[in-house]
């Protein structure tokens, strides 16, 4: 699995992430961060990247939208700031629940248009 982290993560995330092996990249890293959320999931479409986002709103009305006119999405992680805050404190938890994530679902589609809680 290859990921994307929104741009409301820490960068240490990713960092981790990659010590560990894992394909992850941040949307600040790649410019994203200004992306509207459509165009930021077809980006991550684009490279296969399932995206850590905790703005749950807004994606999983995009998602339902593009289920029903047969677009596709890499998949979609998300977070909740009552249950896993955004903060530094928190990075390591971050790293340990995406690692797993990543060793069970090891195949570059493995999220394809699926909705992921951590």
Not at 26 to 40: I, K, P, Q, Y
Not at 54 to 72: C, H, K, Y
Request: charged share 20%; proline share 3%.
């Amino acid at each position: 699995m290859r990921l994307a982290l929104d741009h409301h993560y820490p960068s240490a995330i990713a960092e981790q992430l990659r010590r560990k092996g894992h394909d992850a990249v941040t949307a600040l890293e790649r410019g994203w961060h200004a992306e509207a959320d459509d165009s930021l999931l077809t980006l991550c479409l684009g490279e296969q990247r399932a995206l850590l986002t905790n703005n749950v709103v807004d994606f999983m009305t995009l998602a339902r939208q593009w289920a029903t006119t047969g677009q596709q999405h890499a998949g979609l992680i998300f977070t909740s700031d009552a249950t896993l805050p955004r903060t530094h404190a928190m990075v390591g938890r971050y790293v340990r629940l995406l690692d797993v994530l990543c060793r069970t679902n090891p195949h570059v589609d493995a999220l394809h248009d699926r909705v992921h809680w951590l």
